[in-house]
């Protein structure tokens, strides 16, 4: 019986020291697998951060070789667009004994928008009647197509006329197609001239931006709006942001004793066209064109272009009335 009972006691003493070993290594088991929880959730933010990065830097889109391409540099709008201006001051056109500021009337420009693997392009180019041609001719050799050919003032001297552009590709080639279409033409490639900081244009800014219901600026010695439309605007299933041309324009150049001449266009709906042609015609400024920009947008847009030279308080009143025909963004 003694041995009997000491047999016992062993079992039992192992029985203990089996299960304190086992609670010994599922303590360690689970220290472990805490700890490479804590390891995880501790590294898993960097390697967010740093794939985040990582897409940020690789949807960066790099214009520097669309720059090289063009001849010309240009700067980041709203909506990621890439714009270049190319001001047409090689030339003096005059309307009406004004001579016109490139600001007002003369601005050629080309906008560049990435989607997908391909790239938008739109533009303006301001032509002289005898560089439509070549121009045209190298465009399309180059795979870029012109969408409207037109005026937008009358009684210009010299005459002017606007070609619209439209292409879709490879941003470089198509720079590269523009450049080689305007060298043809007498547009200078060289940045202007810096314009002085507050500039005074001897006209009430202030007081035109409350008439408009829209902050102005200043540009080229010309006070400038671009006031964008309310809906969306679409072309080839992409959306066309405001700053490739389908913003209502309107220009103030000054001319003396609180006058001043009034440029732009207006871009409307079919609904739109006849009360804002209303509306100006009502205040004295007069509808100098009419007509398509694009081929393919949706909903079809009507461009209208204007011109005055009157009091810029007057036509300021004028164009505020044309604009509360047109659905536009509040400001």
Same mark, same amino acid.
């Given at each position: 019986?003694?041995?009997?009972?000491?047999?016992?006691?062993?079992?039992?003493?192992?029985?203990?020291?089996?299960?304190?070993?086992?609670?010994?290594?599922?303590?360690?088991?689970? *220290?472990?697998?805490?700890?490479? *929880?804590?390891?995880?959730?501790?590294?898993?933010?960097?390697?967010?951060?740093?794939?985040?990065?990582?897409?940020?830097?690789?949807?960066?889109?790099?214009?520097?070789?669309?720059?090289?391409?063009?001849?010309?540099?240009?700067?980041?709008?709203?909506?990621?667009?890439?714009?270049?201006?190319?001001?047409?001051?090689?030339?003096?056109?005059?309307?009406?004994?004004?001579?016109?500021?490139?600001?007002?009337?003369?601005?050629?420009?080309?906008?560049?928008?990435?989607?997908?693997?391909?790239?938008?392009?739109?533009?303006?180019?301001?032509?002289?009647?005898?560089?439509?041609?070549?121009?045209?001719?190298?465009?399309?050799?180059?795979?870029?197509?012109?969408?409207?050919?037109?005026?937008?003032?009358?009684?210009?001297?010299?005459?002017?006329?606007?070609?619209?552009?439209?292409?879709?590709?490879?941003?470089?080639?198509?720079?590269?197609?523009?450049?080689?279409?305007?060298?043809?033409?007498?547009?200078?490639? #060289?940045?202007?001239?810096?314009? #002085?900081?507050?500039?005074?244009?001897?006209?009430?800014?202030?007081?035109?931006?409350?008439?408009?219901?829209?902050?102005?600026?200043?540009?080229?010695?010309?006070?400038?709006?671009?006031?964008?439309?309310?809906?969306?605007?679409?072309?080839?299933?992409?959306?066309?942001?405001?700053?490739?041309?389908?913003?209502?324009?309107?220009? *103030?150049?000054?001319?003396?004793?609180?006058?001043?001449?009034?440029?732009?266009? *207006?871009?409307?709906?079919?609904?739109?066209?006849?009360?804002?042609?209303?509306?100006?015609?009502?205040?004295?400024?007069?509808?100098? #064109?009419?007509?398509?920009?694009?081929?393919?947008?949706?909903?079809?847009?009507?461009?209208?272009?204007?011109?005055?030279?009157?009091?810029?308080?007057?036509?300021?009143?004028?164009?505020?009335?044309?604009?509360?025909?047109?659905?536009?963004?509040?400001?």
């Amino acid at each position: 019986m003694k041995r009997d009972r000491k047999l016992t006691r062993r079992i039992l003493i192992h029985l203990s020291l089996a299960r304190k070993t086992r609670r010994v290594l599922l303590s360690v088991v689970a *220290f472990a697998v805490a700890t490479l *929880f804590v390891l995880a959730a501790c590294s898993a933010p960097q390697n967010q951060s740093g794939q985040s990065n990582n897409q940020q830097q690789a949807g960066a889109t790099d214009w520097k070789p669309v720059e090289q391409a063009l001849g010309k540099a240009g700067s980041m709008q709203p909506g990621d667009v890439y714009k270049v201006s190319l001001p047409r001051s090689d030339l003096k056109v005059t309307v009406g004994g004004v001579e016109l500021k490139p600001a007002l009337a003369l601005g050629s420009w080309v906008a560049f928008k990435k989607a997908g693997d391909m790239t938008t392009v739109m533009g303006d180019l301001v032509l002289t009647e005898d560089e439509v041609t070549p121009v045209m001719t190298k465009l399309e050799e180059g795979g870029v197509e012109p969408t409207a050919l037109h005026n937008h003032v009358l009684h210009e001297s010299p005459r002017v006329m606007y070609m619209h552009i439209h292409a879709m590709g490879d941003a470089v080639k198509i720079a590269k197609a523009v450049h080689d279409a305007l060298a043809l033409s007498k547009t200078p490639f #060289a940045a202007p001239a810096a314009a #002085a900081p507050n500039q005074d244009l001897g006209i009430d800014t202030k007081q035109i931006d409350q008439i408009v219901g829209q902050s102005g600026k200043v540009n080229g010695g010309v006070y400038q709006f671009s006031v964008p439309r309310a809906d969306k605007i679409m072309d080839n299933e992409m959306e066309i942001p405001p700053a490739m041309g389908i913003a209502q324009a309107i220009n *103030f150049q000054p001319t003396g004793g609180g006058k001043a001449a009034i440029t732009g266009d *207006f871009v409307l709906l079919a609904s739109e066209v006849n009360p804002v042609i209303k509306a100006l015609r009502d205040n004295g400024i007069e509808v100098t #064109a009419l007509h398509s920009h694009m081929l393919v947008e949706t909903p079809h847009l009507f461009f209208m272009h204007f011109w005055a030279n009157d009091d810029a308080l007057k036509l300021a009143r004028g164009l505020r009335a044309a604009l509360d025909k047109v659905n536009v963004v509040k400001s």
